[in-house]
């Protein structure tokens, strides 16, 4: 079975940092675009990132960019998200995805997320 | 900066036909904006409806449907049941490797 499982999260203080992980299992890790969803309490989803599939391009969402940081290990079948200079806004429910594009584009798979509190 | 529009709510009668929207505050949606689209219950992480070659997930009823509409990528359902009441998600590809989500639609059945 294609399984995503999130870890990591939890209450932060406002300027802190969290490391949140995505463990990949059932399918060739490796051959995927995986990215971060995240979705606010009683908001909508918002798209955070995505990293290739050999880490060598990373791309964010410009409320993030500079203080997130995507990154993988392949050997590992795992995903990172460092977050750093967190703020009350990023408090959210955080969802690792798998991407698939080619020929189509979508996420279809998705770990059933981790919450992240950002509060004093 | 361009914002991906979904219209906030909805309503249909059981049985009905819906169709939900995918649009760009500038511009037109095509095929090139790859849309995909995810269904949302409460307390549970998103569903992958279809993707961006309107191919149904694994499990998804084939009254689901997908389509580019005019200038808007369009989710259609046809017969709507009781469990379609919920939220409904687009994606689509800003350019740059870079996506966004609409603001998601809150889909009533009654």
């Known amino acids: 079975e294609e399984q995503l499982v999130e870890s990591g999260g939890g209450l932060v203080q406002p300027g802190g940092s969290l490391r949140l992980s995505c463990a990949a299992s059932?399918?060739?890790?490796?051959?995927?675009?995986m990215g971060w969803v995240r979705q606010a309490p009683g908001k909508g989803l918002e798209w955070v990132g995505n990293?290739?599939?050999?880490?060598?391009?990373?791309v964010y969402v410009d409320s993030v960019k500079g203080r997130f940081t995507l990154s993988r290990d392949n050997a590992k079948n795992s995903m990172s998200l460092q977050m750093d200079s967190l703020r009350g806004e990023d408090t959210a429910v955080y969802y690792c995805?798998?991407?698939?594009?080619?020929?189509?584009?979508?996420?279809?798979?998705w770990g059933q997320g981790t919450t992240v509190t950002v509060s004093s | 900066q361009t914002v991906v529009t979904q219209e906030p709510s909805f309503s249909v009668s059981p049985g009905g036909t819906v169709i939900l929207t995918c649009g760009l505050s500038?511009?037109?949606?095509?095929?090139?904006?790859?849309p995909s689209w995810y269904q949302q219950t409460p307390g549970q992480p998103p569903r992958t409806l279809i993707d961006?070659?309107?191919t149904r997930s694994s499990g998804v009823p084939d009254r689901f449907s997908g389509s580019i509409l005019g200038n808007k990528a369009a989710l259609i359902i046809t017969g709507a049941q009781a469990d379609d009441d919920c939220d409904y998600y687009c994606?689509?590809?800003?350019?740059?490797?870079?996506?966004?989500f609409g603001g998601g639609t809150k889909l009533t059945v009654l």
């Open positions: 500038s511009g037109s949606v095509s095929a090139n904006n790859y």
């Open positions: 995805a798998r991407w698939i594009t080619a020929p189509a584009h979508a996420m279809d798979v």
């Open positions: 994606v689509l590809y800003m350019g740059n490797d870079i996506w966004a």
């Open positions: 961006s070659s309107n």
């Open positions: 990293i290739k599939q050999d880490g060598s391009r990373k």
């Open positions: 059932g399918f060739t890790f490796s051959q995927y675009w």
